[in-house]
């Protein structure tokens, strides 16, 4: 299925590529976290100002985890509790932090009217698989134990996340369920990465190789896994996982040219058939990382809102 770009994403990619964007292969780890972060100002709208915005240090694994909770001004509550989406950001495992992603948290809490925790997991290459997955695993169950005390209605926790941050989302969801909880009420997983295998035909599709190239793809996996056997493992690679029956509801975002559209597009299938409720929204004319991009693509705040009226839904 080759796609073909919207006029408005078309514009942005030939922007960038007159801007001379470097392509994060020939980086190192470093230089791409500090060109993903310059670039963020360009692309993010405007920060929404909310009732507040906390720093949080979450007890992990490997020592405490940073955190942000958002708190918009007008709350959902009930009996003092209210609705809260744990949000894991973007990145390939490897870029990305709490201020990549601060405006579409703050978007996302405002127009959910619910809390939003964002999770700064360990990255790679100095943190190898699985540590952002144990972060992640141990930061939500940490939310839904303290969810009272956080002003958490633990009956509506969510997890979500966009590319990477999708791809613990639906890790830390299969967890919850095999492992006895923490009970989640949904799972929003945004263009995520679920196959490692990467075989799927929008791997190999020229038009998908927008932004999020395949070349990249390579280079974030290199950096994250450890060997080809981690491919395998279902914690890396969620569509490996045996069955995805009993899985909290689930509100997934694809792309049209993305390398990770059919991935994304299938694992929304399977969750489906397993008879889990699933609300699959495509964007046959965006690429990967487009989510973010609110002040260059109208799209992304449609997707906000779309999530956020999924949210109240639930």
Not at 18 to 32: K, N, S, V
């Amino acid at each position: 299925m080759p796609a073909k770009l919207d006029p408005d994403a078309a514009a942005v990619y030939r922007a960038f590529q007159d801007a001379g964007r470097p392509a994060y292969e020939t980086l190192t780890a470093d230089e791409a976290r500090a060109y993903y972060s310059a670039a963020r100002l360009v692309s993010n709208p405007e920060a929404r100002e909310l009732a507040s915005v906390q720093e949080l240090a979450i007890p992990g694994p490997a020592g405490d985890i940073s955190a942000r909770i958002y708190t918009p001004k007008a709350l959902r509550q009930d009996n003092g509790l209210a609705p809260a989406l744990v949000f894991f950001h973007g990145g390939g495992w490897v870029i990305g932090d709490l201020d990549t992603h601060d405006v579409v948290c703050r978007a996302i809490a405002d127009d959910g009217q619910l809390v939003v925790i964002s999770i700064d997991y360990r990255l790679a290459p100095e943190h190898k698989f699985p540590a952002a997955v144990d972060d992640a695993i141990a930061a939500t169950g940490w939310i839904a134990s303290h969810a009272k005390k956080l002003g958490i209605d633990p009956e509506r926790l969510c997890v979500g996340g966009d590319s990477a941050g999708g791809n613990l989302s639906a890790v830390v969801a299969l967890h919850a369920r095999d492992h006895g909880g923490p009970l989640l009420a949904g799972q929003v997983l945004i263009y995520p990465a679920t196959d490692f295998s990467m075989r799927h035909a929008s791997h190999s599709e020229p038009e998908t190789s927008v932004l999020l190239t395949h070349s990249v793809i390579r280079w974030f996996r290199d950096h994250y896994l450890s060997g080809a056997q981690d491919a395998d493992d279902w914690r890396a690679s969620p569509a490996r996982a045996e069955t995805l029956a009993g899985l909290p509801p689930a509100f997934v975002v694809t792309a049209g040219a993305d390398p990770l559209r059919d991935e994304g597009d299938e694992y929304a299938r399977r969750l489906a058939d397993a008879g889990v409720p699933v609300v699959h929204r495509t964007y046959p004319g965006q690429f990967h990382g487009f989510f973010t991009m609110g002040k260059l693509l109208p799209q992304a705040d449609v997707v906000v809102r779309q999530i956020a009226d999924w949210l109240k839904a639930l």
